[in-house]
């Protein structure tokens, strides 16, 4: 595909420990901001559990989970940054979701 990016970035190069105990959300975090460096590719998540906040994805950016892998979303809403949107028809700041990316970035979610 022309204007195709196809940078891997796996999330344990940044840090992350898939033990389904300790918090991945900065190594995730960094791994988005390293693709996004280059302009976008496949933030790639290894086999097993990990523990995450809110996951922002940035433009050109595929979020893709190798079989066997688990992101486990914390109940810690300081994990969770605030953002302004709407919520039935009414304008609020609201907790970002566990996986968000704002209007005009391309994103893709590929599970097998």
């Given amino acids: 595909m022309k204007g195709c990016i196809t940078t891997m970035y796996s999330i ?3 840090g992350a420990v898939g033990d389904g105990v300790t918090n991945n959300t900065e190594a995730i975090r960094r791994t988005i ?3 996004t460096q280059i302009g976008g590719g496949t933030i790639y998540v290894p086999a097993g559990i990990f523990v995450t906040g809110a996951i ?3 433009s050109n950016m595929n979020l893709y ?3 066997g892998a688990e992101l486990l979303f914390t109940s810690d809403l300081a994990q969770y940054p605030m953002i302004s949107s ?3 028809g009414v304008k609020r700041d609201l ?3 566990c996986i ?3 209007c005009g970035y391309t994103y893709y979610f590929r599970v097998i």
């Fill in 65 to 67: 989970l190798e079989s």
């Fill in 95 to 97: 907790y970002m979701p």
């Fill in 12 to 14: 344990d190069q940044f």
């Fill in 33 to 35: 901001e390293a693709c």
């Fill in 100 to 102: 968000y990316a704002i």
């Fill in 86 to 88: 709407n919520w039935e």
């Fill in 56 to 58: 922002e994805l940035k």
